[in-house]
């Protein structure tokens, strides 16, 4: 995949764009090749945190690391720090091996969910301490921590110390040291967890932004799916340690591959029967019809979304249901049906529906087959 | 029988002995104050009040000697017990391998062990390797006491920090003495100056160790008071106990106020 | 050796150095000292290797050349683990219940009355112990209240000992009883139970892991301890670490006064061990 990147020479760099020389194609790919580590937790035994891993991240894309606590996100993104060594596999960063470099000669940088700025230090000396490990004159190190106080609009609190700033304005001090030192691959850490809801959204936006302007590559870590979503080019989700699906945020939406990630990612409701003749028999429910990418077979999974499924005449009618529960959500209903055979089926649809459903009746079944998943 | 609102006399005996327990730590402090005021010559019977006693103790010129002997060890020895404190702390980290366990368990020893124990075998040391006992031999014996205690205080502030700060400074391409010297130390400081003033007042007021391995002429301050008490009480040792009662309170007083306003001060600037 | 956060890993080597070659060291040699000959006219060693030491510790030849076993040495040492026992149990008994009461104050009062327990262990041992030859002689305030003449009695030691060693008890309980989440005390309370209960069956079991450090904090000191016995008990009844002060002086016998510091160092390996397992058998 190749990236667009602008032309700038260093004596021109305006405000807005911080940004990398173009170089060969690949010169900032990552490469991680079946990587595993294991830790032994407090009572000896061992946990795999990472197994297996294989994932490829080309230059400048924004990929966000998906799942549940404990499943390896964060360690993997601390190997590719340097933090964690890894017990097997290697990573590569433009074809050069990275994972027997100690962290301070990788070319890559991390934003803690911590922050973990130096305290006794200003915000502007925060950012100059990376450059000054670098061989760069005075002049050009204030240049540059300059123009990143820029992009991410922190240049009237240059001097402010952490304490004496609010968590967001922390948060993009933490950001701007990490870019000023340009790396190849920024990886950032839950790096939104701490700031409340109005705040989170308004930075993702100010990170996409960043992103774009600077084309680095962000590695980004959430257990927060409609985070993932929203930010992702994207999304790695991760399950105890194994990847288990990398795709768009539509791709792992609309095909999840497993049951893992089409419950982990929004609702769903997963289906057992058989499949032939594209005519799908399992949990009280039949739906002919189905795509020809849909494979039959004698036990088969079906993944639905909520909103895939309808009570108004349509699609293809798939059963008869019995109401659970309705929940009024303002812009939508969210009904929980129990099919004939017992089965749960989560159904999403107009709120104008909301006073001709109560609990106890039983109403007819709709889907759309174009939205139907097949994860077995 | 139910209780609202309990406080802690509703624990039994609780509050009475520790009421207790302080009068008990502090009775004998005030007996040895009041008594250095003592007017008779009969050390331990009260017979009025006077500050005659005071005034011979900047006569004995013995007392004088062995006090500036015990400040040039207590000195030298606070600087480096706190700088190879310090090391200690910051080479050791949080790392865990056996060999590193022992070693750090050897250098807490003196913390753990009876001090005769460590002191004879100090002596017997010197003795065995032909160290002649004077100034230097004590000073090395008072740095290996002292450091134990020395790395309590930096151990306790390096914990305070957030993980993530030196992981930071080393992810920005400081390579491990660069954090040491630009994010470590600096935060350090005010455990530094603690270590220090630590490791000066247990010099100070080591007896059992300078017992040992002091030589003729390197007579500490402690060494020469116990000499006093082992002839008995008399109204100068009195003098002498009641000043290394008031120095040290008057000393952790001040730091007492001292940290209390900075952190008052620290909180309303925060605020 | 890989460096670990905070900065190089050789900037511990002088701390290692200095713990190899002025506690290790010392250790050894005490050690190998117990098994060698006594020097000439007393002084120093002499390198040849024998039990001698151990044998004088525990037997004793009478002038027919009879072996006994030797009660005196041995008086000596149990008459120090006594000592130190019941100075440990007066510790405990007085210092638990006043390490809960600090630690139940509010957080102003409290650092007030830590600051208070801490006082004392800053005034150097010789004068808080100079204190009670003060009050405890002949003509002093003990006597003058009508008790006996306790000074150079073993009284005396175990007053001193238990003074001095009394903030040692305090302050690691206290350390663990501060984090004592009050709303369990106020449950039980809740739930009835009487005050003693409240204190035996939940107050102490939390409190536990400093009751151990602060015992393991004054028994060993206290087994060693030279300064109190040495003013305040006038050497009539001797104990341990004044055993050894003299072996290593008047009575020039530096092995023997080696034996006995490694059968000291023995009682206090045996003592932390048990501590040392007893934590580790509860944090499991």
């Known amino acids: 995949m190749t990236v667009c990147v602008t032309v700038l020479s260093l004596n021109d760099i305006s405000s807005q764009e911080v940004v990398l020389m173009p170089q060969d194609q690949g010169w900032a790919d990552l490469e991680i090749h079946t990587v595993s580590k294991s830790f032994k937790d407090p009572k000896g035994s061992e946990v795999r945190a990472l197994d297996g891993v294989s994932l490829t991240i080309p230059t400048g894309e924004f990929v966000v690391l998906l799942g549940p606590s404990g499943c390896g996100k964060t360690t993997l993104l601390r190997s590719i720090a340097g933090f964690e ?178 419950n982990f990612i929004g609702e769903s409701t997963v289906l057992r029967g058989k499949i032939a003749g594209q005519v799908f028999e399992g949990d009280g429910l039949k739906i002919p019809g189905l795509s020809d990418e849909i494979a039959s077979s004698s036990s088969s999974k079906i993944i639905i979304r909520p909103e895939a499924f309808s009570l108004i005449e349509g699609k293809t009618k798939c059963g008869e249901v019995e109401i659970k529960e309705v929940i009024f959500t303002g812009d939508s209903l969210e009904a929980l049906l129990i099919s004939d055979s017992g089965c749960e089926v989560k159904v999403k649809s107009t709120p104008l529906l909301l006073n001709k459903l109560t609990v106890g009746d039983k109403v007819t079944l709709f889907v759309d087959v174009d939205l139907i998943g097949q994860i077995a | ?183 470590t130390v600096p935060l350090l400081v005010p455990a530094l100056l603690s270590s220090g003033l630590l490791s000066f007042i247990i010099s100070m007021d080591d007896f059992l160790t300078s017992l040992f391995v002091s030589g003729p002429e390197t007579t500490t301050l402690p060494i020469y008071i116990f000499g006093l008490l082992k002839l008995g009480a008399s109204p100068e040792v009195n003098v002498i106990a009641a000043l290394l009662l008031i120095i040290p309170t008057l000393g952790l007083l001040v730091g007492i106020t001292w940290t209390a306003t900075r952190r008052r001060s620290n909180e309303a600037r925060n605020k | ?59 004793e030849t009478d002038l027919m050349g009879n072996k006994s076993f030797n009660f005196s040495f041995l008086t000596i040492i ?81 007053i001193g000992l238990t003074y001095a060693f009394l903030p040692f008890m305090v302050l690691p309980i206290y350390a663990s009883a501060e984090k004592l989440d009050r709303s369990i005390l106020e449950a039980a309370f809740d739930l009835g139970a009487s005050g003693w209960r409240v204190l035996i069956r939940i107050v102490i079991p939390m409190i536990r892991f400093g009751i151990f450090a602060g015992i393991a904090i004054v028994f060993i000191p206290a087994l060693g301890a030279y300064v109190q016995p040495s003013l305040l008990g006038g050497n009539k009844s001797m104990l341990i670490g004044s055993l050894i002060n003299d072996q290593f002086g008047e009575s020039r016998n530096w092995p023997v006064g080696s034996a006995l510091a490694v059968l000291l160092l023995t009682m206090t390996g045996i003592i932390l061990l048990a501590t040392r397992r007893r934590k580790l058998e509860l944090a499991s």
């Open chain 1, 85 to 262: 060594k890894i017990d097997s596999g290697h990573i590569n960063l433009g074809g050069n091996r990275i994972d027997v470099m100690p962290p301070h000669k990788r070319p890559v940088n991390t934003v803690f969910q911590s922050y973990a700025l130096f305290p006794h230090m200003s915000v502007a000396q925060n950012i100059a301490f990376g450059l000054e490990n670098e061989k760069i004159a005075k002049s050009e190190v204030t240049s540059r921590v300059n123009d990143v106080l820029e992009l991410v609009k922190l240049t009237e609190l240059a001097d402010r110390k952490p304490s004496q700033m609010s968590g967001g304005q922390q948060q993009r001090a933490a950001l701007a040291r990490a870019l000023a030192k340009k790396p190849k691959v920024l990886l950032l850490d839950e790096p939104l967890a701490a700031l409340d809801l109005k705040l989170r959204k308004s930075m993702q936006i100010e990170l996409k932004r960043i992103h774009r302007a600077t084309g680095t590559t962000f590695i980004f870590v959430t257990h927060d799916q409609n985070e993932a979503m929203a930010l992702g080019d994207r999304i790695a989700v991760f399950d105890q340690g194994k990847l288990q699906q990398v795709g768009t945020p539509f791709e792992i939406y609309t095909a999840p591959k497993s049951e893992f990630v089409a």
């Open chain 3, 1 to 59: 050796m890989e460096p670990g956060i905070y900065g190089p890993a050789f900037v511990s080597f002088p701390a290692y150095v200095t713990g190899v070659l002025l506690v290790g060291l010392p250790l050894v040699v005490v050690i190998v000292f117990s098994f060698l000959q006594r020097g000439e006219f007393g002084s120093g060693v002499i390198h040849k290797f024998t039990l001698d030491a151990y044998r004088t510790v525990f037997f």
């Open chain 3, 78 to 158: 149990f008459r120090s683990v006594l000592l130190a026992f019941t100075v440990t149990v007066i510790c405990l008994m007085v210092g638990i219940p006043t390490a809960i009461w600090i630690a139940l104050q509010k957080k102003s009062t409290q650092r007030i009355l830590i600051a208070l327990v801490t006082i004392p262990f800053w005034v150097n041992v010789l004068a808080r112990t100079y204190a009670w030859m003060l009050l405890l002689a002949d003509g002093g305030l003990f006597n003058q209240l009508g008790s006996p003449v306790l000074l150079y009695t073993s009284w005396a030691t175990f």
């Open chain 2, 1 to 183: 029988m139910k209780q609202k609102n309990w406080n802690v006399s509703h624990l039994p005996l609780i509050k009475p002995i520790g009421i207790a327990s302080l009068i008990f730590l502090y009775l004998p402090l005030f007996t040895v104050l009041m008594f250095s005021f003592n007017k008779s010559e009969d050390a331990t019977t009260w017979g009025g009040f006077s500050t005659r006693w005071y005034a011979t103790i900047l006569d004995n010129t013995d007392l004088i000697r062995s006090a500036k002997v015990s400040l040039s060890i207590a000195i030298p020895c606070a600087i480096i017990a706190a700088l190879i404190a310090t090391g200690l702390a910051i080479g050791t980290g949080k790392a865990t391998g056996k060999v590193q366990n022992v070693l750090r368990a050897l250098v807490n020893a003196p913390l753990v062990l009876p001090e005769i124990v460590t002191s004879v075998g100090t002596l017997a040391l010197f003795s065995f390797v032909g160290v002649p006992l004077r100034y230097s031999s004590l000073l090395f014996a008072h740095v290996v006491m002292c450091v134990p205690f020395a790395f309590l205080p930096i151990r306790s502030r390096l914990r305070d920090f957030d993980e993530n700060i030196f992981e930071a400074a080393r992810d920005l391409g400081a390579s491990s003495v660069r954090v040491m010297t630009k994010i």
